[in-house]
């Protein structure tokens, strides 16, 4: 029996052995639409059992029987694609490269704004909305304005009058939206966002955008709200990689291939990376030529402007500490063409010349399996430089002596930033930090050479109480050198788990503004303005409310619809604003007024089936009407005016074509503002509503090269018409509002190389 038992052992070993010479290897490598490689992506053979996961480098490997298969390939936030193939015994069959089409509106995205560590954003909090880099790739867009700007309840204003930008947020101006580039701040020299203009789009990962004050985390400036742009940083493994960009854009009718006319970029790439280090760099230059409009002569309704933006980076890790340096660099110049003046021949031109050297470095140490250790620091030298120059009819080139004409600001600004993440158990976690800014100004029109130092510590637990409810409590402490900082800002967010496929976010915060320095110590005369800063202005605060619902309802194979209804209340007390002096109606400074009011409803709609992917979704946001609280004086007036937007957004690949096409509309209705016209009473006045909307193409031709072309603008939108009686400064609201230059064409080409060490 044992002799019968130990035949019967060998006999098993034989066959399986015999078995396994007997199947067959199928290798390959899973990219992404952009080439790269894909990790964790799961590989099977349809109505099998056998399956495997890509390694760093995207590769996998099968062993199989002999036979005719479907092999699939899927993964997270990527589409899946199927082959046919035929296995034979003992043979390798190797299948190459299987691209996997980005499903930039999958419901399942991680997040990592706000959160003490990465997590999916189901299990955030926070109500966070991500646009990932092929999205992005889909814009063909030059810069993040092209991104955003059909975003639900984001809209832009323009001044032509500097060549500026600026983002509005949840019914709140730019002040009051945060801008962090890889969770540092990016500094500004006044009201407008113009950081978000200067910032490489072909280095950006992805943008994470949270709605509703993040004070307590993110400290001043965040009462509207955060965005977040990641930057690229590269997979696991070694390899060098190489990518280009050429993008020509017409604007409006205007062009001229290369330069002049028109929008043109150019952006090349390296990066070079084994298990421990990597090395990279991007240059990228962003040339747009103007636009005449209704102008005349010599002078463009927009101004032309050139831009350099250059990046580099290097990063050194290991298994349980890494830290990375990362340089961003902007050379900007705005031309603002003048007319000649018809008894002298002499042109009056501007140039508006920005420089921003942001240097950050980062690090991260994780200690065991519960502490985990950040820091995080960065130096800004920012500058913005008027040069006025004369242009006599010879086109010969002076400098202007007229008073103010030439000018110089810098702002430099040192941060930093250390948390510490300690989860003690499932149901108990702790993010604590510190932070410390230094901010400094000089120039002609800053009053001496002021500072402002703020230190600040901010703790912020997460309790677990059961598996339906998660509770995150906040506090910040502050301390500013210059002005009454509020020494304690609370928060608190929470999450609860409804069922399976619904969750409800809930949220109270304390926003908080600083008075800028421009706000403090800003003096500027000229022609067209007399604005002198105020050192006695208090920092602005808020009392900001939130809810959400979150439905997920239907999550199958292929399909999955996702929906989003949230509202908002914010309150806020000693708004910083711009107004005539009380002790002299010449001048005009910044005051704190009273008070401000938004609110709001948002339904957002998330759907992907099969090759289609959509958002659709619509805000109603009110805002404040600060008259109607004196009745006596200006009668009875609504207390909020609303306006209305609508947005879709729609991607469909073709991926036995590598292709896809894509449509982003956005209807933003008119947005009222009551408005004093004397001492006796007010008037309604209105911006008129517009419709915006891109439709691209996308090809892939071969393994390294896409095809981008398209329409912008389609329904040709360049001023809105605008009611306001406020037409007597620089900076008026009075008067054609500027949105854009007219529908304009594109086509792109980008190239990506990727060589395996």
């Known amino acids: 029996m044992k002799q019968l038992s130990t035949l019967s052992l060998i006999?098993?070993?034989?066959?399986?052995?015999?078995?396994?010479?007997?199947?067959?290897?199928?290798?390959?490598?899973?990219?992404?639409?952009?080439?790269?490689?894909?990790?964790?992506?799961?590989?099977?053979?349809?109505?099998?059992?056998?399956?495997?996961?890509?390694?760093?480098?995207?590769?996998?490997?099968?062993?199989?029987?002999?036979?005719?298969?479907?092999?699939?390939?899927?993964a997270v936030g990527n589409g899946e694609s199927m082959v046919k193939i035929s296995v034979r015994g003992g043979e390798r069959l190797e299948i190459g490269d299987i691209e996997l089409t980005g499903t930039p509106l999958a419901l399942n995205e991680v997040v990592i704004t706000g959160q003490p560590?990465?997590?999916?954003?189901?299990?955030?909090?926070?109500?966070?909305?991500?646009?990932?880099r092929e999205r992005i790739r889909l814009r063909g867009a030059t810069n993040l304005q092209m991104v955003l700007n059909t975003e639900l309840g984001i809209r832009f204003s323009n001044d032509l009058t500097l060549g500026t930008s600026d983002i509005q947020l949840m019914g709140m101006t730019g002040r009051g939206?945060?801008?962090?580039?890889?969770?540092?701040?990016?500094?500004?020299?006044?009201?407008?966002?113009?950081?978000?203009?200067?910032?490489?789009?072909?280095?950006?990962?992805?943008?994470?955008?949270?709605?509703?004050?993040?004070?307590?985390?993110?400290?001043?400036?965040?009462?509207?709200?955060?965005?977040?742009?990641?930057?690229?940083k590269g997979s696991e493994g070694s390899s060098f990689t190489f990518n280009a960009r050429l993008q020509e854009e017409t604007a409006g009718d205007e062009y001229n291939a290369l330069t002049k006319k028109g929008t043109h970029n150019q952006s090349v790439g390296l990066t070079w990376q084994?298990?421990?280090?990597?090395?990279?760099?991007?240059?990228?230059?962003?040339?747009?030529?103007?636009?005449?409009?209704?102008?005349?002569?010599?002078?463009?309704?927009?101004?032309?402007?050139?831009?350099?933006?250059?990046?580099?980076?290097?990063?050194?890790?290991?298994?349980?500490?890494?830290?990375?340096?990362?340089?961003?660099?902007?050379?900007?110049t705005i031309r603002y063409l003048g007319n000649r003046n018809p008894n002298t021949g002499i042109a009056a031109d501007k140039d508006y010349i920005s420089k921003r050297w942001f240097h950050q470095l980062q690090s991260e140490f994780k200690v065991n399996d519960r502490l985990n250790i950040t820091g995080a620091g960065s130096y800004t030298d920012y500058s913005r430089r008027t040069l006025s120059t004369n242009v006599d009819i010879n086109d010969r080139r002076t400098l202007s002596l007229d008073p103010g004409a030439q000018d110089k600001s810098i702002f430099t600004t040192a941060f930093f930033r250390g948390t510490a993440f300690y989860k003690a158990s499932d149901y108990l976690s702790v993010l604590a930090g510190i932070d410390f800014s230094n901010n400094n100004a000089s120039g002609a029109r800053i009053k001496g050479s002021p500072a402002i130092n703020e230190y600040a510590l901010f703790i912020a637990p997460e309790i677990r109480i059961g598996r339906s409810i998660k509770l995150t409590p906040g506090l910040r402490f502050l301390k500013n050198s210059v002005y009454d900082a509020p020494p304690v800002i609370p928060s608190l967010n929470g999450k609860l788990t409804l069922s399976k496929s619904l969750d409800f976010r809930f949220g109270y915060a304390r926003g908080f503004r600083s008075p800028a320095l421009r706000e403090l110590y800003f003096d500027f005369h000229d022609a067209s303005h007399s604005i002198n800063g105020n050192v006695n202005l208090k920092a602005e605060y808020s009392n900001s409310f939130n809810a959400f619902f979150v439905w997920q309802a239907v999550s199958r194979e292929g399909f999955r619809i996702g929906s989003t209804l949230g509202g908002f209340y914010n309150v806020f007390h000693d708004l910083i604003e711009t107004a005539f002096d009380p002790n002299d109606r010449t001048q005009t400074t910044y005051l704190n007024i009273d008070h401000f009011k938004t609110t709001g409803f948002s339904l957002d709609n998330k759907i992907?089936?099969?090759?289609?992917?959509?958002?659709?979704?619509?805000?109603?946001?009110?805002?404040?009407?600060?008259?109607?609280?004196?009745?006596?004086?200006?009668?009875?007036?609504?207390?909020?005016?609303?306006?209305?937007?609508?947005?879709?957004?729609?991607?469909?690949?073709?991926?036995?074509a590598g292709a896809s096409i894509n449509l982003f509309y956005k209807f933003s209705g008119k947005r009222p503002v009551y408005e004093i016209v004397d001492e006796a009473g007010v008037r309604l006045e209105e911006t008129a509503g517009f419709h915006m909307a891109d439709l691209t193409f996308g090809?892939?031709?071969?393994?390294?090269?896409?095809?981008?072309?398209?329409?912008?603008?389609?329904?040709?939108?360049?001023?809105?018409?605008?009611?306001?009686?406020?037409?007597?400064?620089?900076?008026?609201?009075?008067?054609?509002?500027?949105?854009?230059?007219?529908?304009?064409?594109?086509a792109g080409l980008s190239f990506q190389f990727t060589k395996k060490q």
């Open 11 to 74: 006999l098993l070993v034989i066959s399986g052995v015999m078995a396994q010479k007997s199947n067959g290897t199928v290798e390959g490598r899973i990219l992404s639409g952009t080439g790269e490689p894909i990790r964790e992506a799961t590989v099977f053979l349809q109505n099998t059992a056998y399956e495997a996961q890509t390694s760093p480098e995207g590769l996998f490997s099968l062993a199989v029987p002999p036979g005719d298969y479907a092999l699939v390939a899927k």
């Open 117 to 132: 560590e990465p997590q999916s954003l189901r299990n955030s909090v926070y109500q966070v909305r991500t646009i990932d």
């Open 177 to 232: 939206v945060k801008i962090l580039l890889d969770g540092i701040p990016l500094t500004d020299r006044g009201d407008t966002r113009e950081s978000l203009g200067q910032i490489d789009i072909n280095t950006i990962e992805r943008i994470e955008i949270v709605e509703g004050p993040m004070s307590v985390i993110y400290g001043t400036d965040a009462l509207a709200g955060v965005i977040n742009i990641i930057t690229k």
């Open 274 to 332: 084994n298990e421990h280090v990597q090395l990279s760099g991007n240059v990228t230059r962003n040339n747009f030529g103007g636009w005449r409009g209704a102008s005349t002569g010599r002078a463009k309704a927009w101004m032309p402007k050139d831009q350099m933006l250059y990046t580099a980076g290097a990063r050194f890790g290991q298994k349980q500490w890494n830290i990375w340096y990362r340089f961003n660099g902007t050379d900007e």
């Open 608 to 656: 992907f089936w099969k090759n289609l992917q959509a958002t659709v979704g619509a805000t109603y946001i009110g805002r404040y009407n600060k008259f109607s609280e004196t009745p006596g004086d200006f009668g009875s007036l609504p207390r909020f005016v609303w306006s209305t937007e609508i947005n879709a957004n729609l991607i469909y690949t073709f991926p036995n």
């Open 699 to 746: 090809k892939r031709l071969g393994k390294h090269l896409n095809l981008l072309a398209g329409v912008k603008n389609l329904f040709d939108v360049t001023n809105l018409q605008n009611t306001s009686a406020d037409i007597g400064g620089a900076h008026s609201t009075g008067g054609a509002v500027p949105m854009s230059f007219g529908r304009s064409y594109f």
